[in-house]
């Protein structure tokens, strides 16, 4: 190896705090030492890589998962994933998981008195194609209570984990949906201090994307880390 | 243009979900090449109770210090197969425990090696956004000249060595707060 391209680091405001009181669970859950800035390395800058026999056809359609069709209303999820150098991020993995219609999740520890789907599982997972897009199909989820605060509810959300091109490019976020009145009292998506950035986790409505008569489209981009423009300084660092 | 990488969220409670259906506990098969060994431990939070809902991701190099990636360029032989990933989720009691065969040396700052390592990411409830460590081979004689061991401050590089409890079988824990703490990486 000889010229590495780092990553660029994180601008400041956009990503949360590991020690955020509003989300009661960070208390006991976030370092108290401060990180050790370490150097990218070989280690870093390389990760994961997925492809089509990982996958199987009905994975990006949650709607066709099971005998019938789950209960809810039908929508299409679909964007772009790009790096901080707006380039597309082609062919890597993207993992989506959510509450079904009614904001309940399959799941041993959701005792919310909303009923289960037996028609619909909530995960799915796809490739990004060539110009880094993808595109699920899904029911759009039902807001849920959660024990962090009195009357505390999850606006409407879908979870999503990507990979990237890198081990320091893994990104684990969540999609929400244009005017959810539930937002500004999420102390999840208020974690992120800047209002800029947190707005770019809400999907925007998608009219081009609407399939007529069959389902309403919602059009969410995600932004991993991307390259420094020149190469990073390769002499031994000790 | 220049855009903003999008902000981290918590995988929340029901991350396995979405996430069970890539658990990979065997990051090495028996055919491939190299020193076995099992690695196990917990996640334990500031009371030193165990996280049920956590999930550790693993990467590595294989056998002979090879990346499955097209960045890593160097003429070295690669197992077909060998992805080098490994998503291990924790027990009711925060424990994980995955196998796989001990990295081989890989370059860092300067082409100098490293010592062998695990790179390690760890997602939970509670946690907004990732934690990134490694896993270092306990005896190894690359540790001490290792240029990422060398940035953890000397009391803390203790965290991110394995101890060997059998043969083969090395035990390292994730302790996130607390006089034990281990040392989370900033990159």
């Known amino acids: 190896m000889t010229k590495l391209h780092a990553y660029r680091r994180f601008h400041p405001g956009t990503q949360p705090e590991y020690d955020f009181p509003p989300y009661a669970s960070t208390a006991k859950r976030h370092p108290t030492q401060p990180l050790v800035i370490v150097p990218q390395t070989l280690s870093e800058i390389t990760g994961p890589v997925f492809g089509d026999h990982d996958l199987e056809p009905t994975d990006n359609d949650l709607t066709r998962q099971h005998k019938g069709e789950p209960l809810g209303e039908r929508i299409i999820v679909s964007g772009r994933v790009l790096d901080e150098n707006s380039r597309p991020v082609p062919h890597t993995l993207v993992e989506v998981w959510q509450a079904n219609a009614a904001g309940r999740y399959p799941h041993k520890n959701d005792r919310h008195d909303a009923p289960i789907d037996p028609n619909f599982s909530g995960a799915g997972r796809t490739l990004t194609d060539a110009a880094g897009r993808y595109r699920f199909i899904t029911i759009r989820p039902g807001e849920y209570p959660w024990r962090n605060h009195y009357n505390a509810w999850r606006p409407a959300h879908i979870h999503f984990s990507l990979f990237g091109q890198a081990f320091l490019t893994r990104l684990v976020t969540q999609m929400y949906f244009p005017g959810d009145p539930l937002l500004p ?39 991993l880390r991307g390259r420094e423009a020149t190469p990073m300084d390769d002499s031994p660092g000790e | 243009m220049s855009l903003y990488a999008s902000g981290s969220q918590t995988v929340g409670p029901y991350l396995h979900i979405g996430l069970t259906w890539l658990n990979t506990a065997r990051i090495a098969s028996p055919a491939m090449k190299g020193e076995r060994v099992v690695i196990q431990g917990r996640l334990l939070d500031g009371d030193g109770v165990g996280v049920s809902d956590g999930l550790v991701e693993i990467w590595q190099a294989n056998a002979a210090g090879k990346y499955a990636h097209p960045e890593d360029r160097r003429q070295i032989p690669l197992e077909k197969g060998f992805r080098g990933f490994g998503r291990i989720p924790t027990d009711a009691k925060g424990r994980f425990r995955f196998s796989t065969v001990k990295p081989g040396r890989v370059p860092g700052l300067g082409g100098k090696l490293q010592a062998p390592h695990l790179s390690v990411t760890v997602f939970m409830r509670g946690l907004l956004k990732q934690l990134s460590t490694r896993i270092y081979f306990p005896g190894d004689p690359a540790n001490a000249q290792d240029p990422v061991l060398k940035r953890v401050p000397a009391p803390r590089r203790a965290t991110l060595i394995a101890r060997r409890r059998a043969k083969g079988v090395l035990e390292w824990n994730i302790v996130l707060q607390g006089r034990d703490e281990t040392a989370f990486f900033d990159f």
């Not at chain 1, 007529?212 to 995600?222: F, G, T």
């Open chain 1, 185 to 223: 009292y999420d102390p999840m998506y208020m974690s992120i201090p800047d209002e800029r950035a947190r707005v770019r986790l809400v999907s925007q409505f998608d009219w081009e994307n609407t399939v007529p008569e069959h389902a309403l489209a919602y059009r969410y981009d995600i932004v």
